[in-house]
């Protein structure tokens, strides 16, 4: 995998600043919509069994996580705080025994977007967790 970034170092850079600009976004985009509590929100938190009145508390340290992780001097500092945020996702969807593709997993997914980005955008990051073969 080395060898690959080795012979395509502006594509994998390319394709890790996508990454991180997408899990960016996504991040974005939900603290923003639990900010200003949408009625999906609210919805969604009765459903998951919080009670609404978090969503903004949420909202606030997702876009603090985001705002960290898009920033190069402490992007890994904000994706080790997304990896709790996600983490809770992941277990409040087990817990109600959601679908397992599309909701259960669907933080493991934006955990990889996160990671994977600054993995291959970072060769700090890929001295440090080195791809095995």
Not at 11 to 26: E, I, K, M, Q
Not at 72 to 97: E, K
Not at 124 to 130: C, K, T, Y
Request: aromatic share 12%.
């Amino acid at each position: 995998m080395e060898s690959l970034l080795a012979a395509h170092p502006k594509s994998s850079l390319r394709v890790g600043w996508t990454l991180s600009g997408l899990f960016t976004a996504f991040m974005l985009f939900d603290s923003i919509i639990k900010l200003i509590k949408i009625e999906p929100v609210v919805q969604a938190f009765n459903e998951l069994g919080y009670p609404d009145s978090l969503a903004r508390t949420i909202g606030f340290m997702e876009l603090a996580i985001a705002i960290l992780y898009a920033l190069p001097r402490t992007a890994v500092f904000g994706a080790v705080l997304a990896m709790g945020v996600l983490g809770g996702a992941v277990a409040s969807h087990a817990r109600l025994g959601d679908p397992l593709f599309s909701h259960t997993l669907f933080g493991v997914y934006l955990g990889l977007f996160a990671w994977g980005g600054l993995w291959l955008r970072d060769a700090r990051l890929r001295a440090l967790m080195p791809w095995r073969t």
